[in-house]
């Protein structure tokens, strides 16, 4: 095959321009290093951070509200009439999810799906003279164990004594720390309609979030039902789905059925999510620059080799090679410089990784110091590589064209 | 005819064209040792150009082993020029990468007719042939202009050509290597048949050829033959 022919001529006219094939495949490999190192730590950052939005709530939130005001019986009886109604209320309605029982227990058919009705309120947690206010959630142990992380956080109890224990209350390490309560010690519940009740502590948990840590507590549902005031009362159905990626289609499916808000958590996190895809936007900006500049390496190295072997290239053509032939040599050449640079970015790439997998370093928010999450998947290594080998493919083009251009008398001639 | 041209005439089109030969017919049998002479700038190397399909002509056709070549693409010309024509100029270009054996193997590994052993043991007669065998394993700038030379040629025969086109072959080379090479030619026609057109300006080249074609101002002014 010919492809070996140029393969060698190929490589003996690089062999013989060492430093500068050095640098053009340092550009490269630069490019290529840098782009797996920003590239794993953004992806691995933005999966985890996902991954935990994904575990700390329920997929699906259904709630006890609507997404637009009812329209007023008249706009309904007359669409197009050129009636106005101004300072009109929107019907009172009881808060509360009407037949969430049924609801939750024909979701609960579904296969992977997991639904918990819940009860969702402010209350203040007293302890020895200090006040906390926090957000209570009435749940049901055995189901909010699937739904967040909560139970997998637990430093001591468990979501489960709150069936065992009458009156028991799950709390996070922040108001532990903040009130000085205790495992088992008895803290006193205040409800906004003047309720007070004593509830002992039977678990605390650690997720790592200051909000949540301080401030969310977890109750029954039925002691929430009294505490609040709401008896028979659900104000929330939390549901998690065997595919994550599927919640938006689903909840839209629930929300379109039984009218009320069901929000996804993509929708939640819509401006964090997007924000992902702006910083994707940035690293890919960045080091597109890098390869550019790599690339203009590559097309410097093949001008000028193309440039010096002028007399080569005109005595191979008359020896009777094709103008392609010719073009072929310095493509390879620019690929050849590609595939080092890219090997060589891979290592520098690996290594920079390594180093920053070692780092730490302390995030507003987090209680513990924080490492980068890293995507240690082959991905970033393809995709950079490709980035190469495409920037290597195109800066050799034009040259390599170039040089199946030219015209073998003129050169002979000039020789000559 | 191995080579054969009616009314070759080319001109460039420059801001005032010029002509580089005109109406030039030429016959070269096989197995003829043909000289080309001529003043400086009388269009020799312009013609030997044309008869190697390395330059197309603005009139006329020509016939390369009987086959016309008008209107052939770069392409078809380069595989004409690859089976059928070896050209020798007045520098050698080699390959400076590569080493004696490698260069002379170039147009063979082109061609892709031969195994690699095949090549290498073809290329090995060829040198052998030129008294170059002990050579193989140099490169061009560890050789003499002389054995450069004959590098060259052994290169020019690499895939057997009907043709070889030598343009001053000598014209580079002291009195001692101008022989060796000019008798190397010789043999080339005598002992193997083989068709060859040289440009000189060497009397004593012309003089060793069979046949003297003569350019003045890019006509041929005198065709004469020797017995
Ligand atoms: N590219 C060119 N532009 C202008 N004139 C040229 C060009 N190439 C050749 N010539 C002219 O054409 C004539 C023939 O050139 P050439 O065939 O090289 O002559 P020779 O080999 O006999 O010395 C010369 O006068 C030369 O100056
Ligand atoms: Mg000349």
Redesign the pocket.
Known sequence: MFWRVALSIAIAQLANRQRQTLVSVLGVALGVGFFIATSSIMSGSEKDFTQRLVNNAPHITIKDEFRNPTTQPVFLAYPKGAISLVRTKPREYLRGIKNYGAKVEELSQRSGVIAEAALTGQIIVRYANKDVSASVAGIDPAKEKFLTQVESDMREGSLDRLKTTADGIVIGSGMSQKLGLRMDDLATVIAPSGLVKRMKVVGIFHVGNLLLDEGQVYVLLKNAQVLLDKAFIANQIRIKIPNPDDAETFAAGLEARWGYRAESWQEVNRDILGLFVIRNAITYSIVSAIMVVAAFGIFNIISTVVMEKRRDIAIMMSMGFHAFDIQLIFLIQGVLVGILGMLLGWGIGRGLLEAVSTLKFTVPGMSERQGFVLDWSFRPYAIGGLFALAAAVVAAWYPAHKASEVRPV?II?GA? | MVVETRGVTRI?Q?AVP?T?VRDIDLSVRKGEFVSIT??????????LYLLGLLDVPTEGEVMIDGQPTNGLDANALAAIRLRKIGFVFQFHFLLPEFDVLQNIMLPMRRLGTLSESEMRERGMTLLAGLEMADQTTKRPDQLSGGQRQRVAIARALANDPLILLA?EPTGNLDSKNSKIVRDIFARLVSEQGRTVIA?THETDFAAATQRNVH?VD?RIVKDERRS
Do not use: H, I, N
């Open positions: 003129d001639r000559a | 460039l420059e010029v580089l001529g003043p400086s700038g009388s269009g020799k190397s312009s013609l343009d440009v350019l890019g």
